[in-house]
């Protein structure tokens, strides 16, 4: 009688342990894959949460002045940083202004003395802390006339863009700009 024609026992346990070991591998570096995967996915969503909360935001309302023209002359307005927000540095921030009748942004920067036609005052702080608001002057603007839009664009060094856009109603003579 010859034997050789079927798996013996022991041959049938290597195989089998064989499998197992290659299916563990494989079970390993997809664990393994999944764990990189979920822990990137988890960085993306802190680093989204970091740049929401560091944004800022408008508060309350938008007020200007005209010049002897009818011109829009000045502008303040109030910007916060929520609770849980992350600190603004506002020597870092740019205020970026357009308005309907001329396309290049006027840029502003921050100043700690006081309003010209390039820079902004926010009440001579240079920082603004989560919870805390100021308010921001700007003047010189050279804005619409009644009927006319204007846009403020602000930039903070971190966090995203706040845009604001009004129209100058008819008739607008000054203060609140709705």
């Known amino acids: 009688m010859n034997y050789e024609d079927g798996f013996s026992g022991l041959e049938g346990a290597i195989v089998l342990i064989a499998f197992v070991v290659v299916a563990s591998v494989f079970a390993y570096a997809t664990l393994g894959s999944g764990f990189f995967v979920s822990d990137k996915a988890q960085q993306s969503v802190q680093e989204g949460t970091k740049t929401a909360a560091a944004?800022?935001?408008?508060?309350?309302?938008?007020?200007?002045?005209l010049d002897s023209n009818g011109q829009l002359d000045k502008l303040s307005f109030t910007i916060y940083v929520p609770d849980e927000g992350m600190d603004q540095d506002l020597t870092q921030m740019i205020i970026?202004?357009?308005q309907s009748d001329i396309s290049d942004p006027k840029e502003f920067e921050w100043s700690?003395?006081?309003?010209?036609?390039?820079?902004?005052?926010?009440?001579?702080?240079?920082?603004?802390q989560e919870g805390q608001n100021v308010?921001?002057?700007?003047?010189?603007?050279?804005?619409?006339?009644s009927g006319g839009w204007f846009a403020i664009e602000i930039r903070p060094k971190r966090g995203s863009t706040l845009f604001i856009k009004?129209?100058?109603?008819?008739?607008?003579d000054g203060?609140?700009?709705i």
């Open 55 to 65: 944004s800022v935001y408008q508060e309350g309302g938008l007020y200007g002045t």
């Open 96 to 98: 970026s202004y357009t």
């Open 135 to 145: 308010r921001i002057d700007l003047a010189d603007v050279k804005g619409p006339t």
């Open 112 to 128: 700690k003395t006081g309003t010209d036609s390039t820079h902004f005052y926010a009440q001579g702080r240079e920082l603004l």
């Open 175 to 177: 203060g609140v700009i």
């Open 166 to 172: 009004r129209w100058l109603s008819a008739g607008y």
